[in-house]
């Protein structure tokens, strides 16, 4: 079974970075998709960033695109979130998730990741 554990979320000033750390317990390539996701109060849970396990494909949400960045260590199995610039609107809970599906064209749906992390919260403030 694999598990994933989150870390690195905190409180930041807008324009202020944070790097999230998902540690995965078993061997990364056994799942095709990492991925990253994000839920704020009273909103849907979004996609965010998700990484071709292996490969070279990252894609992210246009409201992330070209402030956050998505990588992986192999021999740390870890996948990292770099967050730069960050807005008060990027405050959420973001989850680390695990697909057995190919993230190639688009970030898989919800419903696509089948392993999921506790969350850790990201607060931004103005």
């Known amino acids: 079974q694999v598990q994933l554990v989150e870390s690195g979320g905190g409180s930041v000033q807008a324009g202020e970075s944070l790097t999230l750390s998902c540690e995965v317990s078993?061997?990364?390539?056994?799942?095709?998709?990492m991925g990253w996701f994000r839920q704020a109060p009273g909103k849907e849970r979004e996609g965010v960033a998700s990484l071709y396990v292996g490969g070279d494909r990252r894609l992210y949400a246009d409201s992330v695109k070209g402030r956050f960045t998505i990588s992986e260590d192999n021999a740390k199995n870890t996948v990292y979130l770099q967050m730069t610039s960050l807005k008060p609107e990027d405050t959420a809970v973001y989850y680390c998730?695990?697909?057995?599906?190919?993230?190639?064209?688009?970030?898989?749906?919800?419903?696509?990741?089948?392993?999921w992390g506790q969350g850790t919260q990201v607060t931004v403030s103005s």
């Open positions: 078993a061997n990364i390539y056994s799942r095709r998709c």
């Open positions: 998730a695990a697909a057995p599906v190919w993230c190639i064209v688009k970030i898989p749906t919800r419903d696509e990741f089948n392993v």
